[in-house]
């Protein structure tokens, strides 16, 4: 059995984190820890729970974590995993990292959009980032891996077929994302009130967000050439799941039926893209709770515009599920295991 700490246990993505993987057949939990006034059985802070695990989450003492485990899970704020990821990593402890401190590969954009500087940046090169479409084959080798962001895992999965294949004009790519509340973490704040986003709906950090340079960087990468999106992030009233459409603009009239071939072709193999077919496209009720990205595309005859919409869990394909589809290619497991 593969022995995995979670640190961060008692937020929303440590809690799927558990919920995961206490059903995975190859894994066993060997530490659950957190920022904590005092040591407290999971189940007692998440009853779900109760009846699946019962095992005591303190203060992270990093060595204690480390002496019985082979993996780590960082389920951490951004700027606090970079302070810890290199003790586990020293220990050779390998590390999927749920923050955004190993995404980014220039240091200077992560320091200007996180606010603050990188106190490991020798491992940023090292860090494979954890999108299994695109980088299965080093995420096999990979020590440190850094899970996507919830908004670009379902944008770059949306984009990628268009983008790599060069049919879409590069210099015009718009998306509009809703997400569900629990992408803001589990934290108190005014406007996660429920009387400020109940039968409410805003955007925020507009063309502005954090995550749009990770998004930029993956897309340069498939493009060969420097590209810049506009992204428009929305709060919905509903607790979670995130749904992006993307409007692109054509470089030469394609049709419908080719484009989706496209899609289906792409990710032929992949256990978990679903392409949906003709005028039928995702919703979020249809990936809440699954590690699934579903993608529905549209175009008209003679229309400039592609439209591409997808929808994914925020919390499981946009973080923890991810994270535990990481884990199985970085072990040779089933990549599926524990995932449906």
Sequence with gaps: MLKVA??????????????ILVNHPKVEITSLTAK?????DIADIFPKLSGKISMVCDNLVVDEVIANCELAYLALPHRVSMEVAPKFLK??????????????????????WYGAKHRSPELVAKAIYGLPELYRDQIRRACLVANPGCYPTGIILACAPLVKEGL???AQIIVDSYTGLTGAGRRASMELQFSEVSENLRAYKVDQHQ??????????????????????PHLAPISRG?????????KKEVSLDRVIKLFSDFY????????KAGSSFPQVSDVVGTNYCDIGCWSQEGSPTIIVISAIDNLT??????????MNIMYGFEETLGLK
């Design 6 to 19: 979670i640190v961060g246990a008692t937020g929303y993505t440590g809690e799927e984190l558990v919920r």
């Design 36 to 40: 904590i006034e005092e040591p407290m």
């Design 91 to 112: 220990a050779d402890v390998k590390v999927i990292d749920l923050s955004a401190d190993y995404r980014l590969k220039d240091v200077g954009t992560y320091e200007k």
């Design 168 to 170: 879409i004009d590069l």
């Design 211 to 232: 995550h749009a340079p990770e998004i930029d960087q993956e897309l340069t990468k498939l493009a060969g050439c420097q590209l810049k999106i506009i992204f428009v």
């Design 242 to 250: 995130i749904l992006s459409t993307i409007y692109l603009r054509k």
């Design 268 to 275: 032929r193999d992949e256990p978990f893209v679903r392409v």
């Design 317 to 326: 394909r946009g973080a923890a599920g991810q994270a535990v589809q990481n």
